[in-house]
């Protein structure tokens, strides 16, 4: 098993051997399930709510009441 600092207040959901994590001040990020690794950052994804997976994308809502859809691995 694995153990990585997120930073307190980030939301996360696990899907497709990916963890996904999103913060209100801090870029969106996604870990690889096996070891923790990295796989991508997303500087602008700024979230204010818990995300979540629907077919290729993730979405959260943002601070300024946006919802943004990421497509892992893009």
């Keep these: 098993l694995w153990r990585t ?12 051997g990916t963890v996904y994590g999103v ?13 923790g690794s990295e796989l991508w950052r997303v500087g602008d994804a700024t979230a204010s709510t818990t995300p979540a997976l629907a077919g290729e994308y993730l979405f959260f809502g943002t601070g300024t009441g946006q919802v943004r859809a990421v497509e892992p691995g893009r």
């Design 5 to 16: 600092e997120l930073g307190e207040g980030r939301r996360v959901v696990v899907g497709d």
């Design 23 to 35: 913060h209100y001040d801090a870029p969106a990020v996604a870990l690889d399930t096996e070891d």
